[in-house]
Structure formats: structure tokens, C-alpha cells
């Protein structure tokens, strides 16, 4: 089936979904008029019972409106925007949000107080002000196109926009984030990845989370953009419940590589009102990349980070290697074999 009617054939309420998957709460039908649900046929068909890790990502819950410790805006993204919707927080990039539309709304999405609601004001004069934005700040030379998913945009309007940011000199790399090779696989067509090449350097940043996510066709889609010489990245977010565990990233990651997905940011959950349920413990996070590094390919292994509250950007969280500092360094290897390091020979050699 085409994507825009998948799209149409998805359930937007609990009463929408097939008894069997429905929550165990009544009233998180509450939930769906705060922040929107969006399950389009593919998504629900990797469902294989309530509680599992796909489930769990796509079907609204009450903590969602019982959330009290979490912020509605807590990467501070507002203050950071000198024009509604793009913000520019770091020195040489600018993220670009072109759309409010996901082919299916996370339930731990970071822009949850606008995802898919009429907050999220996007139009054609917003875009060009973006545009007109960028045209000015000729420091930025990474745009981040995001939203919301940019993929949900039709292919002529793509064009349209991606060519307007290659008119822009200053303008390097161009990035898409989108989760639909993950959640709607069926919008990579061939017209869509034809339309996409022409506009190179051009890399995508997709958005796995569970291994049951890698099928038959999410692999077709992204073998078909890392065929157009387009880039793939993943950046996975760290969800209790749903991936919180060595063996399960582990896998992902493998299946991600066997599917040309390098494995680019492993996020901590930020700190968003109405997913304080999802969030798991830094010490946890970091015992996943101890698994990781070191007993898995390096090309495996993605920068585990967390977004700081506050605007503050990412912050990269490495397991701690380093046993001692001083003249001689004292680390312990992947394995836990302490190793040593002369550090004093060379700054005699410096002197
Ligand atoms: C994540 C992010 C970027 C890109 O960061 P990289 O580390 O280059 O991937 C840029 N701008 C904002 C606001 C971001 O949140
Ligand atoms: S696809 Fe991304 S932007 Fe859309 S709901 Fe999911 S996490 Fe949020």
C-alpha cells in the first residue's frame, strides 16, 4: 500500500485499537487529548502483544499525565530559537524543525509538548524565516532538518526545501533526521531517494530502538538510501522497559551494521513531561557501554550521551577507564587487566 494511505489507515484512539492491545487504564484515553497518538498499520503490525517493547513505544499510558518531576521544554530549545522553530545552540550547527507530522508518535518523543498538536506552528512563512535565518548566519554550515519528520513531507515539497538550503553557500553538510525508514519504512520509495541524492553531502539520522524494528522492510528502506550514497546513522534512545538491557542493544546494534546503520548517539532519556517513566540510571546506561566497548566491532559502538536540562547540549558519558593519574597512568582494559602507562618519559621529552 502507499505510505500516505498507510498513513490514513492509522489509529489515532485507544478505542481505534484492536481490543487485544488496548491499555490496561481506561482513562488513558485522557492521555490522547494532551498529547496526539499516531499508529500507522505497518508500526501495530510489529506488535506481538501489549507490554512488549513496540507496544510500549506507540500506545499512550497514564503516567503520561501524572508525570510531576519533568520539564515540558527541558533541552530550554524555546530560548534558544531566534526564529520559531530552528534552534541554533551550538556554534556550526542549526537544528530545523520543517514539520509537526511523525508517522507515529513516540510516547518518550523529547518535543512532546508539541509533536503533532496546533502548538507546533509550522508554515510556509516560518520555513522561510528558517531559511532567511540561515542565509544570515553564515557560521552554520550542519543543518539539522527535523521536526516532527521531515519525511512526512511530500517528495516536491523536499525538493523544494532541500534545494533552497544548497542555494546557501555557508551551508556544508545537510542532515535529515527521520524515524520513518523505522516507522514507516513504506515512504522510501524510489522517487523519494532520487530526489534526496541530488542534494549531497546529505546524511540521515534514523531512529531504531528495539531489534524487532529491523524487518524485511525497514532493511529495503535504508538499503535503498545507503544505496543513493546517503549516510545512516542511528541515534536510539535508552527506554526502560523497552531496551534497558546489555543483550537487547547488543543486538540492535549488530542488526543496525547488517543494515549499513552506523550507531551514532545512544541517548539517555531526556528529562520531558510525561515520559519521567521511560527514564532509566546513568550507571545503568554506562553498564551497557561497558558491555559494549571492547567486546563488539568499534564501528558498533555509539557516543552514549545525555541532552543537558537546561540547554546546556549533549554531553558525551564514557565508562571510566582510568584507574590512577599521575606520572604513571593506571587503566583497566575492556576486560578489567590493569594496564600502565608511562607518562612522565614524555614530558621530560617535551622539556
Ligand atoms: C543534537 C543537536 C544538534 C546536533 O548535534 P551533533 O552532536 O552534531 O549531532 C544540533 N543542534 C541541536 C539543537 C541539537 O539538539
Ligand atoms: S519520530 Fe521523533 S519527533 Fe516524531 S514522535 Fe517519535 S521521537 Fe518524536
Not at 500507522?40 to 503490525?45: A, D, G, H, K, T
Not at 517528495?155 to 525508514?181: C, H, K, N, Q, V
Not at 531496551?243 to 543486538?251: H, P
Amino acid at each position: 500500500m502507499q505510505w500516505r494511505n498507510l498513513l490514513k489507515k492509522s489509529s489515532s484512539s485507544i478505542a481505534g485499537l484492536p481490543p487485544a492491545l488496548q491499555p490496561d487504564s481506561k482513562e488513558a484515553a485522557r492521555v490522547v487529548s494532551r498529547y496526539p497518538m499516531r499508529i500507522n498499520p505497518y508500526y501495530l503490525s510489529l506488535i506481538r502483544e501489549r507490554h512488549d517493547p513496540i507496544w510500549k513505544q506507540a500506545v499512550p499510558d497514564i503516567q503520561e499525565i501524572n508525570d510531576t518531576v519533568c520539564m515540558a521544554d527541558p533541552l530550554g530549545e524555546e530560548h534558544l530559537s531566534p526564529v520559531p522553530n530552528l534552534v541554533h545552540k551550538y556554534p556550526d550547527r542549526a537544528l530545523f524543525l520543517v514539520t509537526s507530522q511523525c508517522a507515529m508518535y513516540c510516547r518518550f518523543c523529547t518535543r512532546k509538548r508539541k509533536v503533532g498538536t496546533k502548538s507546533m506552528l509550522i508554515t510556509q512563512d516560518t520555513i522561510e524565516a528558517g531559511l532567511d535565518y540561515l542565509k544570515k548566519t553564515p557560521v552554520v554550515r550542519d543543518v539539522l532538518v527535523s521536526g516532527g519528520d521531515p519525511l512526512l513531507l511530500d517528495d516536491d515539497f523536499l525538493d523544494w526545501l532541500l534545494a533552497s538550503l544548497r542555494a546557501i553557500p555557508s551551508i556544508e553538510i545537510i542532515r535529515i533526521g527521520t524515524r520513518a525508514p523505522c516507522t514507516l519504512p513504506m515512504r522510501i520509495t524510489t522517487r523519494l531517494v532520487k530526489v534526496l541524492k541530488r542534494y549531497h553531502p546529505l546524511y540521515i539520522n534514523t531512529h531504531f530502538n528495539h531489534p524487532l524494528e529491523i524487518t524485511p522492510e525497514s532493511s529495503r528502506a535504508c538499503r535503498r538510501l545507503a544505496d543513493a550514497g546517503i549516510p545512516l546513522g542511528c541515534q536510539t534512545v535508552l527506554l526502560r522497559g523497552v531496551n534497558d538491557q546489555a543483550e537487547i542493544i547488543q543486538e540492535l546494534l549488530r542488526k543496525l551494521l547488517m543494515i549499513r546503520v552506523k550507531p551514532y548517539y545512544l541517548f539517555q532519556g531526556d528529562m520531558t513531561r510525561g515520559t519521567n517513566h521511560f527514564r532509566t540510571s546513568i550507571e545503568s546506561g554506562l553498564a551497557i557501554m561497558r558491555s559494549i566497548i571492547g567486546h563488539m566491532s568499534g564501528l558498533a559502538v555509539p557516543t552514549y550521551a545525555v541532552d543537558a536540562p537546561g540547554g546546556g547540549g549533549k554531553i558525551p558519558l564514557t565508562p571510566n577507564y582510568i584507574k590512577e593519574f599521575g606520572d604513571k597512568l593506571v587503566f583497566s582494559n575492556y576486560c578489567g587487566k590493569i594496564c600502565t602507562y608511562d607518562n612522565q618519559k614524555l614530558e621530560y621529552r617535551n622539556d
